[in-house]
């Protein structure tokens, strides 16, 4: 059974316990290792008078923290399966104790000391008693998945290399600017975060504490603060014309902000991309939180419900099937789709597709669902064939004045015409979309050319339009 004792932050807070524990380790010829002598509690292990052995050579070879736990917990183990190891703070608060226990389950015991983290929190002088403690070394990943939040304490900043990164990380949370304290040999510091690497003087003890801000006194912000922002407005005291919303009220405006980002992508403008995304966050957040007060749902089952939606929909990369193209991986997609919307026929999921969808993007999605059925044009020429007989159907009702009837076989034209589209791997909604835009130039240029002559254009015959129109074309290429 290895025993794992921590020391404490200060000489003499080992405990009584891990004091005898230590003690009679030694009389036992048990071997002892400490972490590392550079902390005040090591003074503890000096006064005990103990034979022991030092690790301070692992973070020599370690190239990252992860790296260095285990190493240290290899380190560990190679002492023997009685052996003794002494760390700083709290063993349960220890990385490399962790690993330890995870690797030998229920071969370890724990003696703990006074808590580094708890040492920090005293010394920033926090107003609340609760805090979030990250060490240096992890800072880089929990700011990626958004683990962290105020107040905050940072600790393990050995160097300035760990200073810097920990400044990059937080900057992009929280923002350079902010006024943090900087903790070191237990002084406190006041400075803006961007000074964070620029200090004379980093050991053990280094750390930087940030204090929880208020809403108007941040400069970044996170999804909650999104959140606070909108139940502000919905607040009795906020906005009139946000508290009277509804989702139904609201509806469309997600609509108006898709077509508005996807505009902002088709003008490649990153400023616009970036408005128009945040806009459509911001009407998800808002939908949640109108859904909150109703008590059906609120923003975290939003967000655990499509972080679950993308676990086993993409079962080729989180499961046991397999992808090798985009194609096969839509195909995992739908698959899994058609389970967890307990879609039992093909006719379900057909009739699943969004009857809001702009037509062709409609009638394009129905005819791939369709296909899945096999129910399916041989080929693009097939496909393109139909064409000419929707075509004779409808001239065959609008010859014969048959306008409804006329306008259903349009129908069919336009759906078979989609359908050559979908055979031959095109987007039928962005060609469309994208033909109308060259169009609208190309009418513009051609009507300018005309004026240009001197001419009437509403005076112009077919064929002289169509001659504007090829130059127009031509021109613009």
């Known amino acids: 059974m290895i025993t794992v004792i921590g020391l404490g932050v200060e000489k003499g807070d080992l405990t009584k316990r891990g004091e005898q524990a230590i003690l009679d380790a030694a009389k036992e010829n048990r071997k002892i290792v400490v972490r590392t002598a550079h902390t005040r509690s090591y003074e503890t292990v000096l006064d005990l008078g103990v034979p022991h052995v030092t690790l301070d050579t692992v973070y020599e070879t370690s190239t990252n923290f992860g790296a260095l736990a285990k190493k240290l917990a290899t380190a ?13 703070g709290a063993a349960t608060e220890d990385t490399s104790v962790k690993v330890l226990l995870k690797r030998l389950r229920g071969k370890v015991e724990i003696i703990d000391g006074v808590s580094k983290t708890t040492a920090l929190v005293r010394a920033a002088g926090f107003k609340s008693c609760s805090y979030t403690a990250i060490s240096a070394y992890e800072l880089t990943q929990k700011t990626a998945s958004g683990d962290v939040a105020l107040p905050l304490i940072v600790y393990d900043l050995d160097d300035r290399g760990l200073a810097s990164d920990s400044k990059l990380a937080l900057g992009n949370r929280f923002g350079e600017d902010l006024k943090v304290y900087y903790l070191c040999g237990g002084k406190r510091k006041k400075i803006s975060l961007w000074e964070l690497d620029r200090q004379k003087e980093y050991d053990y003890t280094s750390a930087v504490a940030i204090e929880e801000m208020e809403l108007l006194e941040k400069t970044r912000f996170g999804i909650e603060d999104l959140k606070e922002i ?12 946000d508290r009277v919303q509804t989702n139904e009220s609201i509806k469309m405006s997600a609509v108006e902000e898709s077509y508005e980002l996807v ?3 088709d003008c490649d403008d990153d400023e616009k991309i970036l408005e128009e995304a945040g806009d459509i966050l911001m009407q998800a957040v808002f939908h949640a939180v109108l859904k909150e007060e109703q008590g059906a749902f609120d ?54 597709v969004p009857k809001c969808f702009p037509a062709a993007m409609r009638a394009q999605k129905i005819g791939k669902r369709a296909s ?5 044009f041989a080929s693009v020429e097939a496909a393109a064939n139909r064409i000419q007989e929707e075509l004779n159907e409808f001239f065959a009702a609008y010859k014969a004045g048959k306008n409804i009837e006329a306008e259903k076989e349009l129908g069919d034209v336009l759906f078979a015409v989609v359908n050559v589209g979908r055979k031959a791997g095109c987007d039928c909604e962005k060609a469309l979309k994208e033909s109308a835009e060259r169009f609208a130039k190309r009418f513009t240029a051609a009507e300018k050319l005309a004026l240009d002559d001197g001419k009437v254009v509403t005076a112009l015959s077919e064929k002289e339009w169509d001659e504007y129109y090829v130059r127009a074309k031509a021109q613009l290429k």
């Open 299 to 352: 923003l975290n089952d939003v967000v655990s419900g499509i972080c679950t939606k993308l676990i086993t929909r993409h079962t080729h990369v989180f499961g046991a099937d397999k992808a090798t193209d985009g194609e096969s991986a839509l195909s995992v997609w739908e698959k899994n789709k058609m389970t967890e919307k307990h879609q039992i026929t093909y006719g379900d999921s057909v009739n699943d």
């Open 76 to 88: 560990v183990t190679e002492q023997g399966a009685d052996a003794v190891y002494l760390v700083d």
């Open 372 to 376: 899945k059925a096999g129910m399916d």
């Open 230 to 241: 909108i139940m502000r407005l919905r607040a009795p005291n906020g906005c009139p014309w």
């Open 263 to 265: 505009d902002a992508i």
